[in-house]
């Protein structure tokens, strides 16, 4: 038997879970953010997304166009070599990724019932996005070193206060999926 102290804390079912990441595109990702710096959120970002997709799991890729702009600012596709076939482009207008999009129907189209969430900025389109996630009835894992914010407190009052009450806060080393 293993010693509880190495079991995993969350054990997924790849066919029934998506790795959400939100606005990785170049001119958010450097932006000054805290705690960390959007290039050390993108390899986090990377690696889970390596992960979920060597397991069979679905990779979605949410970023931001403006409204009404008849052309985007610099900078507003996803990072260069993050997308990869297989995983789902969403393109919002506001700042969570459910409104306005067919996200939802693309999820429950394919069974999933499980996001795990990381991306920039954590107390904007990563929390938007997750709060209408649970609304829709969505079990909710929030990867920390996967995310950003503006500031610090911003950062650690959505990981410290709100996501504990909407899913659960893990590292991505906790991250691990059943074998079936």
Do not use: C, W
Not at 40 to 50: G, I, K, P, Q
Not at 54 to 63: F, Q
Not at 79 to 108: M, N, P, S, W, Y
Request: charged residues 25%.
């Amino acid at each position: 038997m293993t010693p509880p102290d190495t079991e995993p804390r969350l054990a997924l079912d790849p066919s029934r879970t998506a790795l959400v990441l939100v606005d990785l595109m170049d001119r958010i990702v450097g932006l000054p953010l805290e705690p960390r710096k959007g290039t050390d959120v993108l390899v986090a970002a990377e690696e889970l997304a390596s992960t979920f997709r060597s397991e069979g799991a679905l990779v979605v890729l949410i970023r931001v166009e403006r409204s009404g702009a008849v052309e985007q600012p610099p900078g507003s596709g996803l990072v260069a070599g993050l997308a990869r076939d297989g995983d789902i482009e969403i393109v919002k207008r506001t700042i969570g990724g459910f409104q306005g999009t067919d996200l939802h129907e693309r999820l429950r189209e394919r069974g999933i019932t499980t996001l795990v969430f990381g991306g920039i900025a954590t107390n904007l389109g990563v929390e938007s996005t997750a709060r209408a996630a649970g609304d829709l009835g969505y079990d909710l894992v929030f990867v920390e070193e996967a995310m950003a914010a503006f500031t610090s407190a911003e950062h650690e009052a959505s990981v410290r206060l709100d996501f504990p009450r909407l899913g659960t806060v893990v590292e991505a080393a906790d991250v691990h999926f059943t074998v079936g």
